[in-house]
Nanobody, 115 residues
């Protein structure tokens, strides 16, 4: 069983920065691809960024140039550095990770960007 636990999000002003982390725990060796999604009420969950075990990344167009995903394989932890935040980035952010061909999800953390 794999557990993914996100760090606490928070409230930040537009233009500010916030860093999220997500640690995978359990009887695991190395996680596969990991990433972040986000969801606002009434809308589908959307991809924010993904990173594979080799470090290749993929970003949603809406966050390119502002967000950076990274990982520490030794710690099975993925990070999301969010800069130049906008009110439209307000959402619940979910961590996801693949282990042995199965996808796992964190419980989510709220990020609120005030204008």
């Amino acid at each position: 069983q794999v557990q993914l636990v996100e760090s606490r999000g928070g409230l930040v002003q537009a233009g500010g920065s916030l860093r999220l982390s997500c640690a995978a725990s359990g009887r695991i060796s190395s996680m596969g691809s990991m990433g972040w999604y986000r969801q606002v009420p009434g809308k589908e969950r959307e991809l924010v960024a993904l990173i594979n075990s080799g470090g290749s990344t993929h970003y949603a167009d809406s966050v390119k140039g502002r967000f950076t995903i990274s990982r520490d394989n030794a710690k099975n932890t993925v990070y999301l550095q969010m800069n130049s935040l906008k009110p439209e980035d307000t959402a619940v952010y979910y961590c996801t990770g693949i282990y042995v061909n199965r996808e796992y999800w964190g419980r989510g953390t709220q990020v609120t960007v005030s204008s």
